[in-house]
Structure formats: C-alpha cells, structure tokens
T-cell receptor
Framework: TQLLEQSPQFLSIQEGENLTVYCNSS?????LQWYRQEPGEGPVLLVT?????EVKKLKRLTFQFGDARKDSSLHITAAQPGDTGLYLC?????????????FGEGTQLTVNP | DSGVTQTPKHLITATGQRVTLRCSPR?????VYWYQQSLDQGLQFLIQ???????AKGNILERFSAQQFPDLHSELNLSSLELGDSALYFC?????????????FGEGSRLTVL
C-alpha cells in the first residue's frame, strides 16, 4: 500500500500550459518535500513545506501544503521544456528514531516545445 | 553535482550472484540512506545509517545488508540476486538523521540481474 499517492502518474503538455500535480495521503506528515528527478540522475530537492496551509513559490512553481498536513500540490505556470522530469513528493513522519521520508511514486511530466 | 558519489554506475550480473554498491556521502554529512527505485514501485526506503550506526530500517530484504564505515562511506550488499532485484539503487546523505533536512542523492547505481 502506497502511503503517498501522486496524481497524475503521467502528464504530457505543450509549452506555455499550466499544470497541477497532487500528492495525497491519509496520514499526517510533519513536513513534505518535493523533488525533481531527471533521467540518469538522483532526485534534487525543490522545496520543503512544514506548516499546514503553507504556500511557497519558486519562480513559476507554487507549492502548497494542505491545512491538515496530509496533502500537497505543485502548480507550474507557463511550463517550459526544461520542466520535464519526474516530480516526487516525500512526506516526513517523526519517529522515535528520527524522521523518515516516504516517497510517492512520482509524476512524470513531459513538456513539449 | 550533489556531492554524493556512488559506484558503480552500472552493473550487470546473473541470478544468484552477490554485488556490493558503494556510497560516499557529502563532506560533513553523517547520515546515509539507501533507496531502491524500480518502475513499478517508485522510490523505496531500504535503510539509514547515522555516524556508523543503523538508524532506521525500511523494506530491506534479508538478502540485503548494509554498513557505514568510520570514514562515513557506506556499502550496500545484495546477495542471492533475483531478477526482481533489477533496479536503480540510490544513496542519499544528510547532515542530521531526521527533521526537515534536505536529502542529497547520488546519481544511482543501475543493477541489472539477468
């Protein structure tokens, strides 16, 4: 059972379009991270959200953490081919041994010129 | 460049064999994580070490083992390999073992079991 569900799994759009990727769970997370992974490379952190309802912007990317800290969304405005990649959300849960990150299965985004 | 180094980048072996994957964390990072990424299961947490000690265990099979050495590099040993073990294996490091700290990933080791 996947703790974090990402949707859609695949998204192919034209340059200039807007898109939203969702990350949902029935669990509460202490924080949530978004990573982007390009072919042949490891995931690279884009943002960490910590507070319920928090919104963070990174140029054309807007990240939101749900009020209940169970879900998050990533919105990209005017997508560009350079945005192509696998977007992964990862939730952190505090445990007695320290927090662990659980990753969603990812959204594969392709932005066509 | 994340500063995390993984070797080898590619490895092809046969079923039943044993392989060792190596990871050097970023300078100063004490915590090392191993993840397995396959097409059908995404990025799965295997195990975490902090300053030489096992800190957390995920979905790691008994055929797999890992350790972190005094110089903080880590090795993941995969034995009695099966076809289903074919995957990308990532190592990541962080300064601290928990909290909201960023994970820095290596480029991964692609294992193919024939």
């Amino acid at each position: 059972t996947q703790l974090l569900e990402q949707s859609p799994q695949f998204l192919s759009i034209q340059e200039g379009e807007n898109l939203t990727v969702y990350c949902n769970s029935s669990s509460v997370f202490s924080s949530l991270q978004w990573y982007r992974q390009e072919p042949g490379e490891g995931p690279v952190l884009l943002v960490t959200v910590v507070t319920g309802g928090e919104v963070k912007k990174l140029k054309r990317l807007t990240f939101q953490f749900g009020d209940a800290r169970k879900d998050s969304s990533l919105h990209i405005t005017a997508a560009q081919p350079g945005d192509t990649g696998l977007y992964l959300c990862a939730g952190a849960k505090e445990e007695t041994s320290g927090s662990r990150l659980t990753f969603g299965e990812g959204t594969q985004l392709t932005v066509n010129p | 460049d994340s500063g995390v180094t993984q070797t080898p980048k590619h490895l092809i072996t046969a079923t039943g064999q044993r392989v060792t994957l190596r990871c050097s964390p970023r300078s100063g990072d004490l915590s090392v994580y191993w993840y397995q990424q396959s097409l059908d299961q995404g990025l799965q947490f295997l195990i975490q070490y902090y300053n030489g000690e096992e800190r957390a265990k995920g979905n790691i099979l008994e055929r797999f083992s890992a350790q972190q050495f005094p110089d903080l590099h880590s090795e993941l040993n995969l034995s009695s390999l099966e076809l289903g073990d074919s995957a990308l294996y990532f190592c990541a490091s962080s300064v601290v073992p928990g909290g909201t700290g960023e994970l820095f990933f290596g480029e991964g080791s692609r294992l193919t079991v024939l």
